[in-house]
Nanobody
């Protein structure tokens, strides 16, 4: 069982930056994937970035070069640094975890089994 809680969302102007945080409850898994998803009103959920417990990362093409996913295992925290924000980045952002898998499964978004409640990001022109 893993509980995830996001924070750090807010409203910024285009070109600005935000850092999202995701705090996790205690866990005993050695192998896992962590990910950030986002969902805008009327649109489907979109995978933004993933990171394996050993550090490998992947990014959606729409955010590559602007967003950075990272983790602090000692503090059980996940982060998403978002730079050069665009209005199309506006969405509810969720962190998620997929436990007990190798890094090759991190982009199998349908398999994620733990989810946070979401934090809103709004980017204005």
């Amino acid at each position: 069982q893993v509980q995830l809680v996001e924070s750090g969302g807010g409203s910024v102007q285009a070109g600005g930056s935000l850092r999202l945080s995701c705090a996790a409850s205690e866990y005993t898994y050695s192998y896992y994937c962590l990910a950030w998803f986002r969902q805008a009103p009327g649109q489907e959920r979109e995978g933004v970035a993933t990171i394996h417990s050993y550090g490998r990362t992947t990014y959606a093409d729409s955010v590559k070069g602007r967003f950075t996913i990272s983790q602090d295992t000692a503090n059980r925290a996940l982060y998403l640094q978002m730079n050069s924000l665009k209005p199309e980045d506006t969405a509810m952002y969720y962190c998620a975890a997929l436990t007990g898998v190798s890094e090759s499964y991190c982009n199998r978004f349908e398999l994620y089994n733990y989810w946070g409640q979401g934090t809103q990001v709004s980017v204005s022109s």
